[in-house]
């Protein structure tokens, strides 16, 4: 006979850290956030399974506002970085946030 193991549902509230949001006021970033922190729950993956790279600048402190695990990168490098994180770690769900900036340089 198989056990059934109930799992708690998560919510945003869940990904949101204790960390003070340090964005310009009307910056974009906000929404960005609240939607990325909105969705994540509705994925089925397991909080820990989640995994947010980022290069740099303001919208690269976003592993910072997330409750998940995360890795501020080198300037131009957070897809690099996640590549080889989603190839060592194929079972995570690796995302990636980069500004204009990072990604063009």
Known sequence: MSEVVAT??????DFATDQ??????GCGDYSILAQVQKVMPTLDIPKENF???SGIGCSSRFPYYMNTFGMHSIHGRATAIASGLKAARPDLSVWIISGDGDSLS
């Not at 708690?8 to 509230?13: H, I, S, Y």
Request: hydrophobic residues 55%; positive net charge; contains cysteine.
């Open 51 to 53: 995994a947010i790279i």
């Open 8 to 13: 708690a549902t998560l919510t945003a509230k």
């Open 20 to 25: 003070e949001v340090r964005w310009c006021p």
